[in-house]
C-alpha cells in the first residue's frame, strides 16, 4: 500500500514539474516576439476621405469598367436583354418620340405618376445618373440638371431686365411630356425571334414652355438599363391601368409589352439624317409624318418576312 502512494505522488511531482517547464517555454515566446518599448510604432497611410472623391466621376469609372467587361465577353452593355453578337442575324436602329399627352400614352403619364416625374426625382436623390446627350459620353452634374429643368417664366429678373441665376422654380411634371428614345431592333437567331432593344431615353422641354429659346429643348438622356434598375423600386414608377386597377404594370414590362404609342424620327442611314431633313420628306408636315408611319410598317413587315422562309 505504502508503495502504491509513493508511486502515485511521484506522478503528481513529475506532472507539476512538467506543467511548470511548458510555462517557462511560452513565456520565453512572447518576450521575444514582442516588440521593445522603445521601438516606435509605423504609421499608417490616412485613408483618403469620400468626399475627396466625385461621386459622378467614381460612378462613371465604375460604369465604364463594368461596360469593357461586357463587351469583352461579347454582349451590348447598354442591353437589358442579353443577346450575343454571334446571335445576331439582322440590327436596326431606331430614333422614336413620344408624346406623352396621347390618350395611348396616358398610364405613363397619370397624375402623380409621370413617368417624367419618376426619373427627375431619382436624378435629385442621386440614384440616377444623368448624362448631356445620348452618346452618354458626359455625365451632368447635379448642378447642371437643376438648371436646365427650371422654368424661364418663373425666373426673377434684375434691374436691367436679365433673369438671376437661382431663382427660378423646376418645371411641373405635367409641363416634360416629350420623351425620345433609341433602341436596336434586333433579330436573335438562337431564339429565333425579334427584340426591340431600348438603350437610352432622353428627356425634353416643349417649345411651347420654353420661354427664352421658344424650340424644343434637351435637357439629359439617361441610359434605360439604370431606368429599369432605378424604377423597380419605386411605388409610383407604373403603367397606370385606368381600365383595371389590378392589372397595373412595372413601366419595364409596360416598354416590353410596347404599351405605347411612339413616332419614328430617325432610321439608320448613311447621312445620319432625321426624317424631317431629308429632302423627299422636308416638303411639309404631312409629309414627314406619313413617312415615319411608312417607316414603321416597313418594320413591321420586315418582322414578318422571316417567317416566310
Partial sequence: MKIRLSFVLLLC?????????????????KNVTEAPASAEPVAAAPPVPEAVVDPVARSMDSLRREDSVVWASGY???????VHVSDIMYKMQVWRVLDLREKCNQPLFAKENQITK??????????????????????????????????PSSMQMDADGNPIPGSGLPFL??????????ENLLFDKQRSRFYYDIQTVTLFIPAEFNTIKGTETE???????????VFKNMPTARWYNFQNRAEDKKVADAMDLRLFCSRIIKISNP?????????????????????????EYDLVAKENEVWDY
Fill in 76 to 82: 451590348d452593355p447598354l442591353s437589358v436583354r442579353k
Fill in 173 to 182: 411634371p405635367q409641363n416634360l411630356y416629350v420623351l425620345k428614345f433609341r
Fill in 271 to 295: 447621312k445620319d439624317a432625321m426624317i424631317e431633313d431629308m429632302p423627299e420628306y422636308n416638303t411639309s408636315d404631312k409629309a414627314i409624318l406619313i413617312a415615319s408611319q411608312k417607316y
Fill in 13 to 29: 511531482l513529475l506532472g507539476a514539474a512538467s506543467m511548470a517547464q511548458q510555462g517557462k517555454r511560452k513565456k520565453g515566446k
Fill in 118 to 151: 419618376a426619373i427627375v426625382d431619382e436624378v435629385n436623390a442621386g440614384r440616377l445618373i444623368a448624362f448631356a446627350k445620348d452618346s452618354l459620353t458626359r455625365p451632368l452634374s447635379l448642378a447642371e440638371f437643376k438648371e436646365k429643368v427650371v422654368d
Fill in 219 to 229: 435637357v439629359a438622356s439617361f441610359r434605360y438599363k439604370d431606368l429599369v434598375r
